[in-house]
């Protein structure tokens, strides 16, 4: 069954630049996909559509094998959760921002599963009742993620999500991230500028580049990159720009 799917995808920018068009992809089993591509192809608009919050110029995507348009914009963030690069704390403390699914679904708040996110997360020692704005960028992403698996999505959308972290707290990101995965089946989507990120955490590789996307096993993507758009890719590191 079809967990998210985009079909034809086009998307167009105001001055008449194409990013991406009839880009295709389906996410059939519960998995971790990198999505990569040279900076500026669209990775993050790409990310921003499948989390519904821009529109696409041509093109649909569905979740649960249904369309965009029969879903409540909220419904659909709820099961595929978007977890953005410059993490948003709500006003108030840190235990406000991750009850904040419990409170706007009248569901009791998990404080046990709170607590294992938190400290799977690296922020265990952390006062939940320190205001959410004195945090660090890198703990505010860590606290925007154990938020946005409070609402157990089917999916998360992540937009270089550990890219505020050190080393240590970027591994243990990844290692909840699995987690989330192997116990709850949660399909990850990862935008990330890091190869040797998308080389530990991707089943698949979506590749963005010259307007169209490229999908494939990760492993047959970095044993044999499936054009030369990747192969140059793969070669600077992964990091430098192409011109559009
Ligand atoms: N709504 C918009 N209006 C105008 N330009 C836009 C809009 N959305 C995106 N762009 C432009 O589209 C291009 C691709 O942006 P996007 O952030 O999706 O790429 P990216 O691959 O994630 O880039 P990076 O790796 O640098 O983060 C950029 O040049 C950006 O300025």
């Known amino acids: ?49 499948l989390a519904l919050l821009d529109e696409p110029s041509g093109g649909e995507v569905r979740l649960d094998g249904k369309p965009a348009a029969v879903w409540h914009p909220q419904a659909w963030r709820r099961r595929a959760a978007y977890v953005a690069q410059q993490a948003v704390m709500l006003p108030g403390t840190i235990a406000h921002n991750v009850g904040a699914f419990s409170r706007l679904h009248g569901a009791p708040f998990d404080r046990d599963r709170a607590a294992k996110l938190m400290d799977a997360a690296g922020l265990a020692a952390t006062d939940w009742e320190k205001d959410a704005a004195e945090l660090s960028g890198g703990e505010k992403q860590r606290v925007a993620l154990v938020r946005s698996l409070m609402a157990r999505p089917a999916v998360l959308l992540l937009d270089e999500a550990t890219a505020s972290l050190d080393e240590h707290s970027k591994l243990a990101v990844e290692g909840l991230l699995a987690d989330a995965l192997a116990a709850e089946r949660t399909t990850l ?16 590789v979506w590749f963005l580049a010259g307007g169209g996307l490229a999908d494939s096993e990760a492993e047959a993507f970095f044993r ?21």
């Not at 044999?224 to 559009?244: C, H, N």
């Open 224 to 244: 044999e990159p499936p054009s030369e758009a990747a192969e140059r890719f793969l070669k600077r590191g992964g990091t430098e720009a192409v011109p559009p």
């Open 1 to 49: 069954m079809s967990i998210l799917s985009f079909t034809a995808l086009t998307k167009s920018l105001p001055g008449g630049r194409t990013l991406f068009a009839d880009v295709s992809a389906d996410i059939e089993e519960p998995q971790s996909v990198a999505l990569l591509a040279p900076s500026g192809q669209g990775k993050s608009t790409l990310l921003r559509l």
């Open 189 to 204: 989507v990862w935008v990330t500028h890091d190869l040797e990120q998308a080389r530990r955490v991707g089943s698949r």
